[in-house]
């Protein structure tokens, strides 16, 4: 079943700008994962924020967690063409199964 | 060694065809993912293991059996396929088994079906 959702589905930017991934879920989760996919290849784990955290960084990505809006946004700073990828979050599903339910995924390109 | 290998990285078949799918990883992760991804789509989980023992599988049918003859291999084989079988497989390893939270997944490049 699709738990989270990514928006914008997909964006093109220029090399040097910032991008912002919003995503939505449904049911309460024990943490959330941004993941990130270059075209036909494996993912790539980004990056993890658990429930009781609201903020992570990690180089020059930022990840934020609303879980009263059920919400969590990426940010990618000073972006490069080498960012260009498809970008998933994915969700547990507290107190429920221990797998991993992926959102629909954005299509981010960075134009150099 | 911190990557997760799949064999092969591409795979044509038969509809009456076996063919198997291989995964390795050396990291010492005790739980071990399938997934399905078709184009432009998310990755859908197929199975769980979890300390070599199959703990989750998402109703997947039965043309699609997996094995895992150890902590570092996992296989998946594929017998009388439909064209819609394919796609993208992926496999997945991660450092606890069920249950666990907090963990990441680390993915291998996937092989990429394609059924005739």
């Known amino acids: 079943s699709q738990q989270g959702e990514e928006d914008p589905q997909a964006l093109s930017i220029q090399e040097g700008e910032n991008a912002t991934m919003n995503c939505s879920y449904k049911t309460s989760i024990n943490n959330l994962q941004w993941y990130r996919q270059n075209s036909g290849r494996g993912l790539v784990h980004l990056i993890l924020i658990r429930s009781n955290e609201r903020e992570k960084h990690s180089g020059r990505l930022r990840v934020t967690l609303d879980t009263s809006k059920k919400s969590s946004s990426l940010l990618i700073t000073a972006s490069r063409a080498a960012d260009t990828a498809s970008y998933f979050c994915a969700t547990d599903t507290q107190g429920g199964s221990e797998k991993l339910v992926f959102g629909k995924g954005m299509k981010l390109t960075v134009n150099p | 060694d911190t990557e997760v290998t799949q064999t092969p990285k591409h795979l044509v078949m038969g509809m009456t065809n076996k063919k198997s799918l291989k995964c390795e990883q050396h990291?010492?992760?005790?739980?071990m993912y399938w997934y399905k991804q078709k184009a432009k789509k998310p990755p859908e989980l197929m199975f769980v293991?979890?300390?070599?023992?199959?703990?989750i599988n998402e109703s997947v049918p039965s043309r699609f059996s997996p094995e895992c003859p150890n902590s570092s291999l996992l296989n998946l084989h594929l017998h009388a396929l439909q064209p819609e079988d394919s796609a993208l497989y992926l496999c997945?390893?991660?450092?606890?088994?069920?249950?666990?939270?907090?963990?990441?997944?680390?993915f291998g490049p996937g092989t990429r079906l394609t059924v005739l």
């Open positions: 293991y979890s300390y070599e023992k199959l703990s």
């Open positions: 997945a390893s991660s450092r606890q088994g069920l249950p666990q939270t907090y963990n990441e997944q680390f």
């Open positions: 990291m010492g992760h005790r739980a």
